[in-house]
């Protein structure tokens, strides 16, 4: 999952979503460095990511971009996961601009984010990035960012044509993986 997914299934809990979307710049121990509620989210973002990689429609998906990024075919698929969550109106009340709005409001009220968040986090808030999923070229936006950040790999052009040419297959993928995925946070948040 990428970040908005991560914000959506820490279920408005402002400590979780810290630690669910500061948890890929949080290195092992490192972790124990904040609250117990931010470490939650940590932990809880650790899990989904786990479910989320080993999920058969994730790896199914996913194969579509392994040709051309190999290991990193699964990142593409959180990026892409994140587009149709955005366009699914009723996980958003009243709406995902108050959604990311209030996501950002809690980022902002925490003094203690990693230095690589840190530094990411401004344009996060300026560009709107958890809005702006919704729209196909935030989503190619997305994918040339994590093409920018990744070792090894420089070319997002076939990314975005992959995104492109399979959009119908990908929204069908979501749809049947993201309640399960919602179950599982669910169940790691409140157990019993």
């Known amino acids: 999952m990428n970040f908005l997914a991560h914000a959506y299934l820490s279920f408005n809990h402002p400590e979780i979503v810290v630690g669910n979307l500061i948890s890929d710049f949080v290195k092992g121990k ?38 051309h990024y190999g290991l990193y075919a699964a990142s593409f698929m959180d990026v892409v996961y994140d587009h149709y969550l955005a366009l699914d109106t009723e996980k958003f009340t009243p709406s ?22 840190h530094r990411i986090f401004p344009y996060m808030k300026t560009q709107n990035w958890l809005y702006n999923y919704q729209f196909k070229e935030g989503i190619h936006n997305s994918l040339r960012g994590l093409v920018y950040r990744a070792a090894y790999i420089s070319d997002s052009g076939p990314a975005i044509e992959i995104f492109d040419k399979n959009y119908d297959l990908f929204r069908q993928c979501y749809l049947a993986f993201f309640p399960e995925v919602e179950d599982f946070a669910r169940k790691m948040l409140y157990p019993g």
């Open 30 to 67: 490192q972790r124990l460095d904040y609250p117990e509620r931010i470490q939650e989210g940590i932990m809880l973002h650790r899990a989904i990511d786990g479910f989320t990689d080993k999920h058969p429609l994730t790896k199914q998906a996913a194969s579509l971009f392994r040709p």
């Open 96 to 117: 995902l601009w108050d959604f990311a709005q209030n996501v950002y409001g809690i980022l902002d009220s925490q003094p203690i984010l990693p230095d690589k968040f």
